[in-house]
């Protein structure tokens, strides 16, 4: 059980909130399990659209394993930003000094920033904000027109919805690519990335679509990318014939059933060799029954 404790801070956007909430929930829902808290200075938190919120204020402790996640609030700057006490900052530096994850949305970089958790790091925030967030932190390394930066178990994430795509993020670091992408699917979100290594799996780059047979498809996929697959078998998963899939995997993703899967087995053996598997091994673990196709396909421009 992952435990994520969030942050309020008043005036608060719902969506920063929310939007991570409903991933981790849903991921909940399938399987992955997650316990959400909500931690406040004050029990009473009014957001930024008005909504009233109850959070407890005794911490609910965080351990190696769990996520403390700091939502943004309404704010043009930074100045007069919240100012959270010397032990709520403490307890997030500890948090990350024990081996746990911290992350925030929007103008939440703001706190970790007052916690001295983006000191030499890369971090971004809402466009609106990031030069001011370079000036007040100097030792930041602000990232500009990305969607999420990770570094060192600090998570960072531009304006409001990006949320969404944070958490999806730390789902597929937890768990793998294809349950972020069960979580989007079931959300109805595209399973977007911003410029970390984790958007060029092709578990998430071929999800941009609202095909539920295809999905369905790529699940099956997903799981046994490395056995023989049978087209017959994928059609029945995906509840359509044959050429129904063939057509709609090819519109959907720009490719065959057959070409992703062996997407996915050149991404994953190219991830084994950068890891000391020679290359025989590599083949032999991603389903290929001898290094030659491996070899041949890595040659291809995936």
């Known amino acids: 059980m992952v435990k994520v404790v969030f942050l309020l801070i008043p005036r608060l956007h719902l969506l920063d909130l929310s939007g991570p909430a409903q991933v981790f929930s849903t991921a909940d829902d399938l ?12 029990e009473d938190i009014v957001s930024a659209q008005g909504v009233r919120l109850r959070a407890e ?15 943004g609030w ?51 925030t ?4 990031q030069d001011e967030l370079a000036a007040r932190y100097p030792r930041a390394r602000v990232e500009r027109d990305v969607v999420y930066v990770a570094d060192d178990r600090v998570v960072t994430s531009a304006g409001i919805a990006s949320g969404i795509d944070l958490a999806l993020h730390l789902v597929a670091e937890r768990h793998g690519p294809a349950a972020a992408a069960r979580v989007a699917r079931d959300m109805v979100v595209y399973a977007r990335r ?25 699940d099956r996929i997903d799981t046994d990318f490395a056995e023989p697959l049978r087209l017959v078998d994928l059609a029945r998963a995906g509840g359509v014939s044959e050429r129904t899939l063939t057509r709609q995997f090819v519109e959907s993703t720009g490719m065959t059933p057959l070409r992703y899967q062996q997407t996915l087995r050149v991404e994953r053996a190219e ?15 991603v389903g290929f029954a ?3 196709m491996l070899r041949r396909l890595r040659s291809r421009v995936m």
């Not at 399990?33 to 200075?41: H, S």
């Not at 204020?57 to 939502?71: I, Q, S």
């Not at 991830?271 to 673990?285: C, K, Y």
């Open 57 to 71: 204020t005794d911490w609910p402790g965080a351990g190696p394993e769990d996520l403390v996640l700091v939502p």
């Open 194 to 218: 911003s410029g970390e290594e984790s958007q060029d799996s092709a578990m998430l780059r071929h999800r941009w679509h609202l095909r539920d047979a295809v999905h369905r498809a790529q």
């Open 74 to 124: 309404r704010s043009p700057t930074l100045k007069g930003s919240p100012r959270p006490g010397r032990e709520l900052l403490a307890r997030l530096v500890e948090h990350h000094r024990a081996g746990g994850t911290v992350a925030s949305v929007c103008s939440g970089a703001d706190v970790l920033g007052q916690a001295g958790l983006l000191t030499d790091r890369r971090c971004t």
């Open 31 to 42: 399987g992955f399990p997650y316990e959400l808290r909500y931690y406040a200075e004050q």
């Open 290 to 292: 001898d290094a030659r």
């Open 271 to 285: 991830h084994l060799i950068g890891h000391g598997a020679t290359v025989e091994a590599a083949a032999r673990a």
């Open 126 to 129: 809402h466009h609106d904000l």
